[in-house]
């Protein structure tokens, strides 16, 4: 458990440059291979993004005719176009994802949460079971559930709301099992302990105790699922038919989709997606301090 | 489970039972319905169609005879494709399928084997005259009952640049030897450009050159289907633009991809061989080139023949999980065969009507934009559309076009053998058949 700790805790640290200083020799060595190798690893990822970054700036005689990393002139028109498009469903999509994203992340955290602490802390007949079960939940890609998901809703009658697309990003198995890890690690048993000799509620002992404790693991949680859900596409395109209900990645589908008749909105689209990820970059940007807490401050440390 | 595989198994034969059946059920209950539902108050229909600007083509409806008939139409966007297919069959097994919905030629028998889509013959019957035979015969799939209306179709036609067909000295090929004789004088003058691309990644439009030289790639004989992908006019159509190919006369690259794109707006390809909405496609595909297009039939097979393909098109159908399956009905064929709405769906949505008095009127006196210098475009392409032969689509098209994909894919890549390459979509296709149950006569 220790050492899982620590290698969570040098993650963290390895986030915020200056918190390394007690491994001065390795600042001196300047290995070239690793450093060519994330370099080259850097501009795999970056290069569809910057792509897409321009892209969104050409208008739509530039888009295939222009050299692919010139920026264009239409941005602007790009994106009144988009705002205009049957009277502004974009952001209407924009807001469903980040209700779906943002709702269905701060649930599941706090049911992740929940259970994650008590399967650490209490020791109760079944535990060990119901975590193995947790655990085969983890290996079971999320995408060949959606189809029963979706027969079992129909049945609730609550497919096509938004309650259909909420629901079942709620209990995240992996939000479960980091949580649980995490709350090992971060909450001594002693800590819990003296809470109670001190006569607290299990209750108290978790929000005011416990849960402090977690927040960084909780943060990373909450990451973990907004990023899921916002990228979902199968669960929410099985779940939902009315298109003002649609989340982003569902919404420019049907964008890109609209049957060979009518000219493709490829510039729409582009510039769509490039305003798709702008939430998710400022929401790292945000919440990445909270990953530098360090993990064990304070408490029983000796 | 013997029992429905038996029942889609004798997929044919049964529909036409089933048919015959429902239509007396659903005349019987028609006719109850009819002089006791109108007073049992409104209907609200849902729609899901793809079709942009459907939602105002609708409200045309909602506001004239669907108010009358208190039947209103609420329309749910999708995104079109097999993707939908899938949709609506899942929502079908959990009976939660809407009303109405829009579905592609070749994707009705997936449909109807799934027993997804109502048999509404009894409400919409007398619309047949409206449309060109072979339209029609595709959403009856060759029996008694009729599965859909038909909305928009494809006619197959020939575009090219005219500016660069005379600065290359190159004649509209009308046969497809001259076709390949046009490709192959235009790579002597000017070896960098080419004159059109084999694309592997559009199955609809290798299926729609077979179906004009006279391919029929899914028939019923007995309780059996009979898989023809193989057949001696598929065949024919393979070997043809694989010789081109290996020649190097034409391209090989896929279609509808930037690189594509911008081969079409610099003028390194010069013709494309599509259907009547091609001029959507130009649009943003070739910008720049705008007013330099000109369209004629699609080549022939011989001097005496007058026939095309169709690439795209789809119909409305009603589904089995409706409870008003006749107002759903009323509204399909008000939508595809009514004058003010055709005009509507041609001007909001810019479709081709199925429907044949509707191809020459409203919208289509006028050429499209892109081909302002050929002014009779659209009598050009109704000419056109008459000379569709009939297509044979089958359950399990989507398989199908998934391994044309892969095997031409790499035929196409490699410059190797295109008969070879149709024998694996024949085999992968009759393979999947057999294991869905259906029965297959080699």
Request: neutral net charge; contains cysteine; hydrophobic residues 45%.
């Amino acid at each position: 458990m220790s050492s899982l700790a620590v290698g969570k805790a040098d993650t963290a640290a390895g986030a915020t440059p200056g918190t390394a200083q007690s491994r001065p020799p390795l600042r001196s060595r300047i290995a070239l291979i690793p450093t060519v190798t994330l370099l080259l690893g850097a501009i795999y990822c970056l290069l569809p993004v910057a792509w897409v970054v321009i892209a969104a700036t050409k208008s739509g005689s530039e888009l295939f005719s222009t050299f692919t990393f010139l920026p264009g002139t239409g941005f602007a028109d790009n994106f009144s176009d988009l705002s205009a498009y049957r009277d502004g469903v974009y952001w209407q999509w924009m807001g469903n994802s980040a209700l779906y994203a943002g709702l269905g992340a701060l649930l599941s955290t706090c049911v992740s949460a929940f259970s994650g602490y008590a399967l650490a802390i209490y020791r109760f007949r079944g535990r060990e079971t119901m975590f193995n079960v947790l655990l085969a939940g983890v290996l079971m890609p999320p995408v060949i559930l959606a189809i029963p998901q979706y027969l079992l809703l129909a049945k609730a009658d609550l497919t096509d709301s938004y309650l259909a697309v909420l629901l079942p990003q709620i209990l995240s198995p992996y939000g479960v099992y980091l949580s649980r890890i995490y709350a090992a690690a971060a909450v001594p048993g002693d800590v819990v302990e003296a809470g109670r000799m001190d006569g607290a509620s299990e209750w108290r002992i978790f929000t005011r105790v416990a849960l402090p404790m977690m927040v960084p693991g909780m943060v990373t949680v909450f990451l973990f699922q907004f990023v899921a859900i916002w990228n979902n596409f199968l669960l929410p395109y099985i779940m939902l038919s009315d298109d003002e209900k649609f989340p982003i990645t569902l919404g420019l589908f049907t964008l890109l989709e609209q049957g060979a008749n009518t000219p493709a909105l490829y510039t729409l689209v582009i510039t769509g997606a490039f305003l798709a990820v702008i939430p998710l970059v400022a929401l790292f940007l945000v919440v990445q301090r909270f990953w530098s807490l360090d993990l064990l401050s304070g408490a029983v440390k000796s | 489970m013997p029992i429905t595989k038996r029942r889609r198994l004798v997929f044919r034969s049964a529909a036409t039972c089933v048919a015959v059946a429902l239509g007396a059920t659903a005349l019987a209950a028609c006719g109850s319905e009819d002089a006791g539902e109108d007073p049992s108050g409104p209907v609200s229909l849902t729609y899901w169609t793809w079709t942009p600007g459907m939602d105002k083509v609708v409200d045309l409806w909602n506001k004239g005879p669907g108010k009358k008939d208190q039947i209103t139409v609420t329309v749910k966007k999708q995104a079109s494709g097999d993707t939908l297919v899938t949709k609506i069959l899942t929502a079908h097994k959990a009976g939660k399928a809407p009303d109405l919905v829009q579905a592609e030629y070749q994707a009705l028998p997936t449909l109807v084997s799934n027993d997804a889509v109502a048999d509404i013959a009894s409400e919409v019957g007398d619309a047949k005259d409206k449309f060109a035979e072979g339209v029609w015969q595709q959403t009856t799939l060759g029996t008694d009952a009729v599965y859909a209306v038909p909305q928009d179709i494809g006619p197959m036609m020939f575009y090219y640049r005219q500016d660069l067909f005379k600065k290359y000295g190159l004649k509209v090929p009308a046969t497809w030897d001259e076709f390949a004789e046009t490709a192959r004088a235009l790579k002597k003058k000017s070896p960098d450009t080419d004159l059109t691309t084999f694309s592997a990644n559009d199955s609809g439009l290798f299926a729609g050159l077979a179906q004009q030289a006279g391919a029929k790639w899914w028939t019923t004989s007995g309780d059996k289907w009979k898989v023809g992908i193989d057949d001696a006019a598929s065949q024919k159509v393979a070997g043809f633009w694989g010789d081109l190919v290996k020649e190097g006369a034409i391209d090989n690259q896929p279609m509808y991809t930037p690189a594509w794109n911008k081969a079409l707006n610099t003028g390194k390809q010069i013709a494309w061989v599509s259907a009547v909405w091609a001029p959507g496609t130009l649009t943003t595909a070739a910008p720049d080139t705008k007013g330099k297009w000109a369209m004629a039939p699609l080549p022939q097979w011989s001097q005496s023949e007058d026939v095309t393909g169709s690439w795209g098109g789809s119909s409305t159908a009603v589904t089995t999980d409706s409870k008003n399956k006749a107002a759903a009905a009323k509204f399909a064929a008000w939508l595809n065969t009514d004058g003010d709405a055709l005009n509507a769906l041609a001007k909001e949505s810019g479709i081709y009507p199925a429907s044949t008095s509707a191809q020459l009127s409203g919208a289509f006196t006028t050429p499209p934009d892109y081909f302002s210098n050929q002014p009779d475009f659209y009598t050009k392409a109704a000419e056109i559309a008459e000379t569709t032969a009939p297509s044979a689509w089958g359950p399990n098209v989507n398989v199908a076009y998934t391994t044309f994909k892969d095997a031409f894919g790499s035929a196409a890549k490699n410059k190797s053998d295109f008969v070879a390459a149709l024998k694996t979509m024949q085999d992968d296709t009759v393979a999947d058949l057999k294991k869905q149950g259906f029965g297959v006569s080699e």
